[in-house]
């Protein structure tokens, strides 16, 4: 079936830093992607999206990069900051109206 | 935030009992989503909705069902509850264009 995998389980990065955050999907089909950011106790929240038509979308301080090639996507966000800390995870889009999520990397930003 | 509201927030209830967890939007989307997220697993689908009376199963369906009777409303029901759902379970929803999916704030569920 499908998947959707993290690279690092943990990041940890100096506050003002940038942060960038991996993630590998198997369906070569997959059309769309999201990037979601989790704190604790809380619901999912949304945070960027990106077409399978785009390699790069940028929002405020984000911006996803997506690799069709090898079926990656990345997060990458300018000047941690410690409202920054939280669990980030991908998801993609599968066949009809499914999403696939991967297990998230939590980001720890060190004042 | 999207207006996604789920109830109860928390629940402890006893293995073989029927539980009952619901879902509500004020956004009028058509696509409704029960997952659950467990430590070590990525967020996995229950069941979703397409629209009113119209549901699928997701990959972790055994156990459960849903029901769908009004566009703003998904419900979760466990049947005969088992340690094995104890689980945090978020609602979703999302529109049929664009696909942002949005998430309500979880039901924390103990099963005992």
């Known amino acids: 079936g499908e998947s959707v995998g993290l690279h690092l389980p943990t990041l940890s990065v100096q506050e003002g830093d940038n942060s960038i955050i991996n993630c590998a999907y198997s369906?070569?089909?997959?059309?769309?992607f999201i990037w979601y950011k989790q704190e604790s106790g809380k619901g999912p929240q949304f945070i960027i999206d990106?077409?399978?038509?785009?390699d790069k979308r940028q929002g405020q301080r984000v911006t996803v990069l997506l690799n069709k090639t090898v079926k990656h996507l990345s997060l990458q966000i300018a000047a941690t900051q410690p409202g920054d800390s939280a669990v980030y995870f991908c998801?993609?889009?599968?066949?009809?109206?499914?999403?696939?999520f991967g297990t998230g990397t939590s980001l720890t930003v060190i004042p | 935030d999207a207006g996604i509201t789920q109830s109860p927030r928390h629940k402890v209830t006893e293995t073989g009992t029927p539980v009952t967890l619901r879902c509500h939007q004020t956004?009028?989307?058509?696509?409704m989503y029960w997952y659950r997220q467990d430590p070590g697993h990525g967020l996995r689908l229950i069941h979703y909705?397409?629209?009113?009376?119209?549901?699928d199963k997701g990959e972790v369906s055994d156990g459960y069902s849903v029901s769908r009777s009004k566009t703003e409303d998904f419900l979760l029901t466990l049947e005969s509850a088992t340690s094995s759902q104890t689980s945090v379970y978020f609602c979703?929803?999302?529109?049929?264009?664009?696909?942002?999916?949005?998430f309500g704030p979880g039901t924390r569920l103990t099963v005992l």
């Open positions: 998801a993609s889009k599968g066949a009809g109206n499914q999403f696939y």
């Open positions: 369906n070569s089909a997959s059309d769309y």
């Open positions: 956004e009028n989307h058509r696509y």
């Open positions: 909705s397409y629209g009113v009376k119209d549901t």
């Open positions: 990106i077409r399978s038509n785009m």
């Open positions: 979703a929803i999302r529109d049929a264009d664009p696909n942002e999916q949005f």
